[in-house]
């Protein structure tokens, strides 16, 4: 019980944080709680308590193992030994770092900027080890595959308060020059830490707890069975940190937000919520219909009727202007911007050019330092020596060779590197904006769309521009540009109205396109279409527009550096529906998405809901 009062002792150079803090602590008291995925902003302490809880580690003499970085696939799953292979003549196999790392812990900062293939491989063989990683929701986010396989998750807190600050500083000045600094309440808390795995052994489960955990689980709408597991593993190590004989229902609830918040399903839990509030407000209105006298409940009956009819009316005189035309508003109106959302994943496949850009979104061939590496080839127009693949491919010969001291090496043994890292785009944004995009507020939900597209290519490192059509023309309202907020204020006075000169839009497009691509050719360009397709403006007059459209998509379709991707904004709750925006996709044989189908499943943004989610400790 001391120990718990006492907890600001823990890891004493960080200030507050206490959420992240208790997560590593039943993580040492019970090493099957799974891991701890430490989420914050740039700033909150994250890598300064992977540090500290390295420091505890090492006092305590239990292995553990870091993984940087830049780590090579070769490090990370093990290789060729040079020196015995060159000493015995014969290929010898050495471990790498996740075989190591068997039964010990493994630290990562920053894990998100690793690349998906080694992500895999870690988490492959992460029943083999316990994982304690930090991660900046800013710089990109983990997949849900990924977030469930870590036990725990905490969000460090933004120490805003002045004083906080004061008192971080002067923490600093007194102790930080000390290497030895809090030394004994580190070796205090090790101490107490032993004390609490014996007393965890003595903790009583009852039959009821795993009831109480299941049902737990479910609330959230979490159907995973690790969560479960999880749940009361930190339950169990929670009920001997606070000193208790036997777990309690209250100690699940005290933690489950541990273990659910990365595993939440925000989206579903909203429907539902929807869904129960609607059917509460029926039922409470028609309590309030049987209550009244039935004079007033005929007179309600006649209004309804009446309503419904008006309704019928102004729907059918709409339907009716569907079907004589394309919806078309000549007024000008300027809509504001719709719900941002996080974007879904778009994967665009690798190509063979050789480039010498950097960015986070696709993987390319490099020719720059530091990316990451494939493999050896023979020949390479870079030149870059693969040293060890060089010296691999030569030291099962040394012995015919007759090696004596130095390595031989003959001409054909020379291996070169190719290496792959993830580029960033120039995204040119070509947004429809006739009278069709105001039909119930359209151009709303659209600007929403491009604003998350926008989040989605400032993470990504990439370069947006954006081209306008409306009326009889098309403008380059945003020249490519890295500024976020720029592209935001452009975004937010695009008007709406008139005709739909869709083949203009397009042809400055690919102006645009052509040009940007003669000033950078290594640069790889997404065009992003947001339109329902219903072009009913040509250029040259008396021409087709759809087969204006179709000419110009096919001339874009060509360029082998452009990924298309057409966002179908129509109304399809409409009883006329012309998918025209899905035939343009086909044209650029690009990808298709529906406005709607745009939000990813699982939103992982954590910071903000945590903030009242804090576990009380007092």
Known sequence: MNFYQSFEDIFPEVLGNRTPKLAIFLNLIEPRCGGVLIIGKKGTGKSLMLNCFKKILKISNLPFVEIPIGVTEETLIGGINIEKTIEKGSRVFEKGILDRAKKSFV????????????????????????????????????????????G???????????????????LYENNYQFEDSFLEKYESAIRKIERL???????RVEEFIWDKISETVLKEFVFSHRAELFLFY??????????????????????SHLVLLHRKREIEKQKVSEERQKEEKKEDKEDRQDLKPSGERKEHKKENFSQKEKDRSESSEESSQIKMSFPSNSKEEIFGVGKVFKVKRMIFEKDKTIRSTTGRRTKSKTRLKGGRFLRSVMFSKDKDIDLFGTIRSAAPFQVLRG?????IIYKEDFRYKEKERKISHVVSFVVDGSGSMGVQKRMEAVKGAILSLLMDCYQKRDKVSMIMFRKNQAEVVLPPTSSSDLAYKKLKDLPTGGK???????????????KSHL?????????IVLSDGKANQAIKSGEDPILEVKRICSEIGKLSYVDSVVIDCELK????KMDLAKELAKWFSGKYFLLEDLKAENLVNLVDQIKTEHLNLV
């Open 403 to 407: 090696r004596k001291n130095k390595l």
């Open 197 to 203: 795995k014996v007393l965890k052994e003595k903790v």
């Open 519 to 527: 000033k950078h050719p290594d640069t790889r360009i997404i065009l």
């Open 152 to 170: 725990m998750c905490a969000v460090t807190e933004d120490l805003k308060d002045p004083s906080n600050k004061q008192k971080l500083l002067k």
């Open 234 to 255: 930190v339950s169990l190590a929670y009920a001997a940190f606070k000193g208790e004989f036997s777990l309690k229902e209250n100690h699940v609830d005290e933690v």
């Open 500 to 514: 739909t000169p869709l083949s203009l839009g397009l042809l400055e497009a690919y102006k645009l396109i052509k």
């Open 107 to 150: 630290l990562i900062d920053d894990i998100n900027l690793l690349p998906d293939e080694y992500l895999s491989l870690i988490f492959e063989k992460a029943e083999n080890f316990n994982l304690v990683a930090t991660l900046n929701p800013e710089e990109g986010v983990l997949s849900p595959h990924f977030l469930d396989r870590f």
């Open 573 to 576: 709750n409409n009883f006329l």
